[in-house]
């Protein structure tokens, strides 16, 4: 069975300039996960969602952080304009998300480690 | 917000020597969660208590979990250079949100 799928693996960017991260659940899985993790720390929820409808995103910084999953199967981060503290691997994992079940397993993928210089 | 805490931050022990890292948690919980995330493979589930458990084993890592004193432990045996890695225990807060701690940063030593 494939895994998450994320890509790119690295990204080194500009602060003022935008970028777009891209994750592939696995197959069938409902629940997509984006996480933000700094260095030193433990990745931080940022956005999930259920099929392609947002079930949480209270810590998206949504002045400059969006989040879409169309056909509720792939999904894209952006951030327009990036800041210096965003730097951080960005985290994308998926579950079955079976109904009455959500505290599934999460499959994570390799991340995404963004520069901001 | 954080839900869950490690401890020790690091550890560094010989190869073959036992590792056991400590969480502690603040609300109540249905199932705590182990992660491991090295450079080479990511972050990776480990292992999965629930609140009506009190010990499991999965090969070379057992997990405890005391509910009352809101803690839970991993240790890993007989550790090789491969368990070098950060771990990680989180719990859901809410239903679906999973809340992870700092980690703890294990370095074997051959």
């Not at chain 1, 693996?9 to 997509?32: D, M």
């Not at chain 2, 045996?77 to 990680?88: L, Q, V």
Request: aromatic share 8%; glycine share 8%.
């Amino acid at each position: 069975e494939a895994g998450v799928a994320q890509s790119p693996r690295y990204k080194i960017i500009e602060k003022r300039q935008s970028v777009a991260f891209w994750c592939n659940p696995i197959s069938g899985h409902a629940t997509l996960y984006w996480y933000q993790q700094i260095l030193g720390q433990g990745p931080k929820l940022l956005i999930q969602f259920q099929n392609n409808g947002v079930v949480d995103d209270s810590q998206l910084p949504k002045d400059r952080f969006s989040a879409e999953r169309l056909k509720g199967v792939d999904s894209t981060l952006k951030i327009q304009p990036a800041k210096l503290e965003d730097s951080a691997v960005y985290l994308c994992a998926s579950s079955l998300g079976r109904g009455g079940l959500p505290q599934d397993t999460q499959y994570f993928g390799p991340g995404t480690r963004l520069t901001v210089l | 917000s954080q839900q869950g805490e490690e401890d020790p931050q690091a550890l560094s022990i010989q190869e073959g020597e036992n590792a056991t890292m400590n969480c502690s948690y603040k609300t109540s919980i249905n199932n705590l969660q182990w992660y491991r995330q090295n450079s080479g493979r990511g972050l990776v589930h480990l292992i999965l208590i629930r609140s009506n458990e009190r010990e499991k084993h999965s090969g070379r890592l057992r997990v405890t979990l005391d509910t009352s004193k809101k803690s839970s432990s991993l240790l890993i045996t007989a550790s090789r250079a491969a368990d070098t890695a950060s771990y990680f225990c989180a719990t859901f807060q809410g239903a679906q949100k999973l809340v992870f701690g700092q980690g703890t940063r294990l370095t074997i030593n051959p």
